[in-house]
C-alpha cells in the first residue's frame, strides 16, 4: 500500500464517525499531512454543520503549517455555496499545495468544478486514490445522484426452516427469531438510515415503534405502506418520536411498479438511504422490481415447521458473521 493510500485509508475510517448524522449530505473524511505526519484530521459534521475539510483546517494548531501540507480526502471538495461556504475556496484562502481525492463527486453542482477550481489556482491535485474503497464507502450518497433514488436495503429474520413469521400469534407483537445482540444491532443499522419502510400487515401484527432504542443515535424517518388507509392513529409508529409518512392511493398509483414510485417518492423528498423492515410481501415487492442494493438476512437458531415464507433473493453473497446463535448474511445485487 503507497503512502497516498494509506492516509486515504485513514480519511475513510474517520469518515465514519459521521455515519448517521451527515444525511443526506455524504459522510466525508479528510486529514492534513506535513512532513510523513498527520497534522490534522476532520469528518463531516452533523447536517449543516462545518465539512471534513473545515474541520480538518480547523484542527491545525500552527495554521502556518498548511502552506506546505498535503490534504487527503475521501470526495472532491465542493465548489458551491450550500448551507456552508465551499470548501474548495477554505483551501485555496489557506494555500494548501498539494490535495489527495479519493473520488470525484457525482452532484451536478460539484461534479468536477471543485477540482477546476483547486487546479487553477495552483493547487496539485491528485485524484483517484483507493477510488472504489471511496465509492463504496460514498454508497449512500452516489446512489443518489447516480441512480435519482435512495440506496435501498433489504433486512429480514428467518428461522432454520426458512419462515419469516408464524402463521397466527397470540398477541400484538413481534415474535423474535434472533437474539437480542442481533436486535441491538438492527437498532444501530437504524440510526445508520436516513429512513425505515414496513407494510401494513406489519404495523397491524406487531405494532412496532421503527425507531431506536437500543443503540444511541437518530432516530430514522419512518414510512409506511398503507394503500387504502386503514391504520388509526393508536398504533406505535404515529407517537411524536418522529416524523412518519404514509403511502397510499393519495400518493402513488397502486396498479403501477410500486417499488419504483417510492423510490422516486423518496429522491424528490431528498432521502439518500432507506431500509426496507417490512414483512415478506413488502421485501419480496423491492426484490420482484430488482429495486434494492443490498440484503441483511438473519437466520436464527429456531424452527417454525410452519408460517409465511421468506423472501427469495439472488445476489452476490459478501459475508457471513455469526452473532452467538445466529447467522447474518449479507448480499449486495449483481
Same mark, same amino acid.
Given at each position: 500500500?503507497? *503512502?497516498?493510500?494509506?492516509?486515504?485509508?485513514?480519511?475513510?475510517?474517520?469518515?465514519?464517525?459521521?455515519?448517521?448524522? =451527515?444525511?443526506?449530505?455524504?459522510?466525508?473524511?479528510?486529514?492534513?499531512?506535513?512532513?510523513?505526519?498527520?497534522?490534522?484530521?476532520?469528518?463531516?459534521?452533523?447536517?449543516?454543520?462545518?465539512?471534513?475539510?473545515?474541520?480538518?483546517?480547523?484542527?491545525?494548531?500552527?495554521?502556518?503549517?498548511?502552506?506546505?501540507?498535503?490534504?487527503?480526502?475521501?470526495?472532491?471538495?465542493?465548489?458551491? #455555496?450550500?448551507?456552508?461556504?465551499?470548501?474548495?475556496?477554505?483551501?485555496?484562502?489557506?494555500?494548501?499545495?498539494?490535495? $489527495?481525492?479519493?473520488?470525484?463527486?457525482?452532484?451536478?453542482?460539484?461534479?468536477?468544478?471543485?477540482?477546476?477550481? #483547486?487546479?487553477?489556482?495552483?493547487?496539485?491535485?491528485?485524484?483517484?486514490?483507493?477510488?472504489?474503497?471511496?465509492?463504496?464507502?460514498?454508497?449512500?450518497?452516489?446512489?443518489?445522484?447516480?441512480?435519482?433514488?435512495?440506496?435501498?436495503?433489504?433486512?429480514?429474520?428467518?428461522?432454520?426452516?426458512?419462515?419469516?413469521?408464524?402463521?397466527?400469534?397470540?398477541?400484538?407483537?413481534?415474535?423474535?427469531?434472533?437474539?437480542?445482540?442481533?436486535?441491538?444491532?438492527?437498532?444501530?443499522?437504524?440510526?445508520?438510515?436516513?429512513?425505515?419502510?414496513?407494510?401494513?400487515?406489519?404495523?397491524?401484527?406487531?405494532?412496532?415503534?421503527?425507531?431506536?432504542?437500543?443503540?444511541?443515535?437518530?432516530?430514522? =424517518?419512518? $414510512?409506511?405502506?398503507?394503500?387504502?388507509?386503514?391504520?388509526?392513529?393508536?398504533?406505535?409508529?404515529?407517537?411524536?418520536?418522529?416524523?412518519?409518512?404514509?403511502?397510499?392511493?393519495?400518493?402513488?398509483?397502486?396498479?403501477?411498479?410500486?417499488?419504483?414510485?417510492?423510490?422516486? #417518492?423518496?429522491?424528490?423528498?431528498?432521502?439518500?438511504?432507506?431500509? *426496507?423492515?417490512?414483512?415478506?410481501?413488502?421485501?419480496?415487492?423491492?426484490?420482484?422490481?430488482?429495486?434494492?442494493?443490498?440484503?441483511?438476512?438473519?437466520?436464527?437458531? *429456531?424452527?417454525?415447521?410452519?408460517?409465511?415464507?421468506?423472501?427469495?433473493?439472488?445476489?452476490?453473497?459478501?459475508?457471513?458473521?455469526?452473532?452467538?446463535?445466529?447467522? #447474518?448474511?449479507?448480499?449486495?445485487?449483481?
Amino acid at each position: 500500500m503507497t *503512502i497516498h493510500e494509506t492516509h486515504i485509508q485513514r480519511c475513510i475510517q474517520i469518515a465514519k464517525n459521521g455515519l448517521g448524522a =451527515t444525511r443526506p449530505n455524504p459522510m466525508v473524511g479528510a486529514i492534513l499531512v506535513y512532513n510523513d505526519t498527520i497534522i490534522g484530521e476532520g469528518f463531516t459534521s452533523t447536517y449543516g454543520g462545518h465539512h471534513a475539510e473545515v474541520n480538518a483546517i480547523k484542527s491545525v494548531k500552527d495554521k502556518s503549517l498548511l502552506q506546505k501540507s498535503t490534504l487527503y480526502v475521501t470526495l472532491e471538495p465542493c465548489s458551491h #455555496l450550500g448551507k456552508t461556504p465551499p470548501c474548495s475556496d477554505l483551501i485555496i484562502k489557506h494555500k494548501i499545495p498539494k490535495v $489527495v481525492i479519493g473520488c470525484v463527486d457525482d452532484n451536478p453542482k460539484v461534479a468536477g468544478k471543485g477540482i477546476a477550481k #483547486l487546479k487553477a489556482a495552483g493547487c496539485k491535485v491528485t485524484i483517484g486514490v483507493l477510488e472504489q474503497e471511496c465509492k463504496i464507502h460514498h454508497k449512500r450518497f452516489f446512489t443518489f445522484y447516480t441512480k435519482k433514488r435512495p440506496y435501498i436495503i433489504l433486512k429480514w429474520a428467518e428461522t432454520k426452516d426458512g419462515f419469516i413469521a408464524p402463521i397466527t400469534k397470540d398477541e400484538q407483537k413481534p415474535v423474535w427469531i434472533t437474539n437480542r445482540y442481533s436486535r441491538q444491532l438492527v437498532h444501530k443499522w437504524r440510526a445508520e438510515e436516513q429512513s425505515i419502510l414496513v407494510g401494513t400487515n406489519t404495523i397491524v401484527e406487531d405494532n412496532p415503534s421503527l425507531t431506536v432504542r437500543d443503540w444511541k443515535g437518530n432516530n430514522p =424517518t419512518r $414510512v409506511v405502506i398503507d394503500r387504502t388507509s386503514k391504520l388509526n392513529l393508536t398504533f406505535n409508529v404515529f407517537n411524536t418520536e418522529v416524523e412518519t409518512f404514509i403511502i397510499n392511493e393519495q400518493n402513488v398509483d397502486f396498479n403501477e411498479p410500486i417499488a419504483f414510485q417510492i423510490a422516486k #417518492l423518496f429522491y424528490d423528498n431528498n432521502i439518500n438511504s432507506i431500509i *426496507i423492515e417490512g414483512g415478506a410481501k413488502t421485501l419480496q415487492t423491492f426484490i420482484n422490481e430488482e429495486l434494492w442494493d443490498e440484503a441483511r438476512i438473519f437466520t436464527g437458531n *429456531i424452527e417454525f415447521k410452519d408460517g409465511v415464507k421468506a423472501p427469495k433473493i439472488n445476489g452476490k453473497l459478501i459475508s457471513e458473521t455469526i452473532i452467538k446463535n445466529d447467522l #447474518l448474511s449479507i448480499y449486495v445485487k449483481d
